[in-house]
């Protein structure tokens, strides 16, 4: 056995890895897991400033999952440093070379790398960028800057540390980006089961309730002709009508529910459908103080049912000004990640409570007087038979955002 030499500050370091290691065993959750390793490494490592990039999904680019600095200045979500393209040369660079990459001391790298990721790493002051592995591949990477009064950052011993750290919190993000994955499958997959067994009642149901409220409709037409215009009964005839069309409403709703019927998938312009759905509400977002804003490229084509899709967007953005009765803004934006295109519909509204948040996507479930808890159920079954998938995250008094991923084309 070969004993090494024990460098200064060597115990320190094994203290702060056993730390580090013990904190990210215990946080599951993805967004506390991202603070507490930029947290620190900035103290391990006297780091001004630490961002941390992570692969969005197998497709996807990497983006920012958490930033600090040390005035407690927030870097700003917007810009060229959000995401790294996953085939841009400066992660294709950090996964073959499995190193950090240190800026000054490799300028003959800086100059291969793409021009935005050159401008992107200049603006932000950036030292070094770090990969993160794990499993055999580049979970994400970090860019890192030390403190001032640090001209030969990192030492050897920093840069061991920094790698150390590095392999721990690839595996950690790996970890809880698995346990996160396997959480939303269990609830996707109670969720189709509650689906289908609500669709199957809904449609018996709907259709016993047809038919009587047929006859029911006709009878009280008729005998609402006996009484004279602006009486009592005449009025109350046709309060009892307007609740019968209530309920066939909800029949409604019931059956389209229960339908599913397959997509007729064609080529959709989905930039176009989100111009197009967006000016319908604008009216009746403008009487809100709802303020409509619309973020997607030129030209977004993708494989869908134009009417089904366009159902989800409305119902989607009608829920959203229905959360905001004093205003706000109505953000809808779409964007290619992968093979997949992204859908957002964001609102600035009252937010739904942690209790509701899990239940939203329920068919009946509904927190509106005149609601039927249907909407986002099917929703849900139609982005489900495009193969694709519907989330809504929200923070109660902080609006509420819905993203539907849906594959760019349909598999033969
Ligand atoms: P309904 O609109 O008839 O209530 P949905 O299925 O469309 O049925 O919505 C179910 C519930 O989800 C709503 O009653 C509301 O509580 C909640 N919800 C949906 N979208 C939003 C939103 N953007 N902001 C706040 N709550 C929402």
């Not at 969005?56 to 407690?72: C, E, F, K, T, V």
């Not at 440093?81 to 990459?101: D, K, T």
């Not at 159902?311 to 229905?322: E, G, H, R």
Request: proline content about 5%; some cysteine; aromatic content about 4%.
């Amino acid at each position: 056995m070969r004993i090494g030499r024990r460098r200064p500050g060597d115990r320190d370091h094994r203290r702060v890895l056993h730390e580090f290691s013990r904190a990210l065993a215990l946080i599951v959750d993805q967004d506390k897991l991202h603070g507490t390793i930029i947290t620190q490494l900035r103290s391990a490592l006297s780091l001004d400033r630490v961002l941390l990039y992570l692969r969005d999904d197998d497709d996807g680019p990497y983006r920012l999952a958490a930033a600090r600095m040390s005035d407690g200045q927030d870097i700003d979500g917007q810009g060229p440093h959000v995401s790294f393209a996953r085939n841009g040369r400066l992660v294709r660079w950090l996964r073959v070379n499995e190193e950090p990459l240190l800026l000054d001391s490799e300028p003959g790298v800086v100059a291969f790398l793409d021009a935005p990721e050159r401008a992107a790493l200049e603006d932000l002051g950036i030292t070094a960028c770090v990969p993160l592995v794990a499993m055999n591949r580049l979970t994400g990477f970090l860019l890192v800057t030390p403190e001032q009064g640090h001209p030969r950052w990192p030492s050897h011993a920093q840069r061991d540390l920094l790698l150390a750290m590095a392999g721990q919190a690839a595996l950690g993000c790996e970890n809880a980006a698995l346990t996160a994955e396997q959480r939303s499958r269990v609830r996707r997959m109670y969720q189709a089961e509650r689906l289908a067994t609500a669709g199957e009642l809904a449609a018996g149901a709907a259709h016993e309730i047809r038919n009587p409220l047929t006859s029911i409709r006709s009878a009280i037409q008729y005998i609402r002709g006996d009484y004279q215009e602006g009486s009592d009964r005449h009025e109350l005839a046709g309060d009892i009508l307007a609740e019968v069309d209530r309920i066939d409403e909800i029949v409604q709703g019931l059956l389209s529910f229960a339908r599913r019927e397959a997509p007729g998938f064609e080529e959709v312009e989905l930039a176009e459908l989100v111009r197009q759905s967006t000016c319908l509400i604008r009216t009746r977002a403008r009487t809100q103080g709802v303020d409509v804003v619309a973020a997607t490229p030129d030209t977004l084509p993708v494989q869908a049912d134009p009417g089904l899709l366009r159902q989800v967007l409305l119902n989607v953005m009608l829920n959203a000004l229905q959360a905001m009765p004093d205003g706000g803004e109505l953000r809808v934006s779409a964007e290619r990640a992968g093979r997949q295109v992204r859908l957002q519909v964001a609102d600035t509204g009252d937010g739904i409570s942690r209790e509701h948040l899990d239940r939203v996507f329920d068919p009946f479930f509904t927190t509106k007087k005149t609601g039927t808890g249907l909407g986002l159920s099917i929703c849900y079954g139609i982005v489900e038979r495009h193969g694709g998938r519907m989330e809504l995250e929200s923070e109660p008094g902080a609006g509420a955002v819905v993203t539907i991923r849906i594959p760019e084309r349909q598999r033969p």
